[in-house]
């Protein structure tokens, strides 16, 4: 148990759809990473927030969003859904700039028809 | 931009033997280093991390891992694996510490009687 925990477990949309996956952080934590793990691949870095401003990015296109709230729970949104973004979607918190453990939760799997 | 390889997709092991999951890193700081389990529909469990100090470090369940800078690897060692160790095992540089972790493609761990 770590404390993550991510909504909803499963969802299923259709291509062009626009989805938004939900996260709340551990007790304490001031930042939250999403990353995309595509079946059989290691999880991609989607990006980060800290104090609800985002924070780093990787290879991903700006139909890619997220916010974080003053409560430091997280939402992830993806616009103009394509197939290749079925996927198992996880959220992480931890303190940043702490040696601190980053935890992950149970992700959400979207599948994309 | 850093990246890992980890060059086994698949290993098999008879329960009791003993185990080593390859991971090779390319960062051009110094490096800070993890090892992740995931089971079939799980999220990610931090297994150690490295940081800083020991090259030898200790994890849970009974893993540990050496960090070799002259090899740029991290491998993943346990004496004696139990079937309950099959899963997937990701092997993942941090830039910053804990953040925006780059993962390798994982290694699929079975374990046979």
């Known amino acids: 148990e770590t404390g993550v925990t991510q909504s909803p477990t499963h969802l299923i949309k259709t291509r062009g759809q626009q989805v938004t996956l939900r996260c709340s952080s551990q007790?304490?934590?001031?930042?939250v990473s999403w990353y995309q793990q595509a079946l059989g691949q290691g999880p991609q870095f989607i990006f980060q927030?800290?104090?609800?401003?985002?924070?780093g990015r990787g290879n991903f296109p700006p139909r890619f969003s997220g916010l974080q709230f003053p409560n430091y729970s997280s939402e992830l949104n993806v616009n103009a859904l394509e197939l290749d973004d079925s996927a198992l979607y996880l959220c992480?918190?931890?303190?940043?700039?702490?040696?601190?453990?980053?935890?992950f939760g149970p992700g959400t799997r979207l599948t994309v028809l | 931009a850093q990246s890992v390889t980890q060059p086994d997709i698949h290993i098999t092991v008879s329960e009791g033997a003993s185990l080593e999951l390859r991971c090779n890193y390319s960062y051009g700081a110094t490096p800070y280093l993890f090892w992740y389990v995931q089971s079939p529909g799980q999220g990610l469990q931090l297994l150690l991390k490295y940081f800083s100090g020991d090259t030898l470090v200790q994890g849970i369940k009974g893993f540990e891992a050496e960090f070799k800078r002259s090899q740029s690897s991290f491998n993943l060692r346990k004496p004696s694996v139990h079937w309950s160790d099959a899963a997937e095992y990701f092997c993942a540089v941090g830039v910053r510490g804990n953040e925006k972790l780059t993962f390798g493609t994982g290694t699929r761990l079975t374990i046979i009687p």
């Open positions: 927030y800290y104090r609800e401003e985002e924070n």
């Open positions: 007790s304490g934590h001031n930042t």
């Open positions: 992480a918190s931890t303190r940043r700039d702490s040696t601190d453990t980053q935890y």
